[in-house]
């Protein structure tokens, strides 16, 4: 049973570069999420989708986007990275209206 | 302005003692509280929760309290393990979805053999 699972592990970009963090769940959760972990900070909230087909922004949604592919998928993109955007990523789901409770084990992303 | 907040950034005890981990709250919102535990390189894994009716949730060797009119949760754990040794994160939620949970910054907690 994978959980949560997110693609890639580590990314290095040069600033204005662009991708996509990729995040799949098998546990048929209507939830997911996509949070930051920076440095003495706890996990920031970057964007949420409650169900397939929607999506809302969260604490720091500015510089990401986000596509809820399908029920499985929910993807964040960096369309023109910056070193603010440094940072350890985590996708999350849970069941409808939960707090997250299923994370992936994260992406670490430096932006030079 | 932190809504959750980890005083403690680091907390060392000996293997098989009590080890309490602090958080408080501002927000009077909250209804209910979470702890995660993260080792390095993984994801944080849901550990116990509570919700504001109660008090006090136990689940094994993990005690979650819960003082409302101190704003106040703690996360006790007896005895302590050396498998215990992670970031401990508590986050709180209103209840009304999980998009608003906030996270503490975390403690991270040694258990020495």
């Known amino acids: 049973n994978a959980g949560v699972t997110q693609t890639p592990k580590f990314q290095v970009l040069k600033t204005g570069q662009s991708m996509t963090l990729q995040c799949a769940q098998d546990m048929n959760h209507n939830s997911m999420y996509w949070y930051r972990q920076d440095p003495g900070m706890g996990l920031r909230l970057i964007y949420y989708?409650?169900?397939?087909?929607?999506?809302d922004k969260g604490e720091v949604p500015n510089g990401y986007n986000v596509s809820r592919l399908n029920k499985r998928e929910f993807s964040l993109r960096l369309e023109s990275a910056a070193p603010s955007q440094t940072s350890v990523y985590f996708c999350?789901?849970?069941?409808?209206?939960?707090?997250?409770?299923?994370f992936g084990n994260g992406t670490r992303l430096t932006v030079t | 302005d932190q809504q959750v907040k980890q005083n403690s950034p680091s907390l060392s005890v000996q293997e098989g003692r009590i080890s309490i981990l602090n958080c408080d709250y501002t927000n009077s919102m909250f209804d209910y509280f979470l702890w995660y535990k993260k080792y390095p390189a993984e994801g944080p894994t849901f550990l116990i929760s509570i919700s504001s009716i109660k008090d006090k949730n136990e689940d094994g060797r993990f005690t979650v309290f819960l003082n409302k009119s101190a704003k106040h949760l703690s996360l006790h754990i007896v005895p302590s393990q050396p498998g215990d040794s992670a970031v401990y994160f508590c986050a709180a939620d209103s209840n009304t979805g999980g998009f608003k949970t906030i996270f503490g910054a975390g403690t991270r907690l040694f258990v020495k053999a």
């Open positions: 999350a789901s849970s069941a409808r209206d939960r707090p997250p409770l299923h």
């Open positions: 989708s409650a169900s397939e087909g929607t999506t």
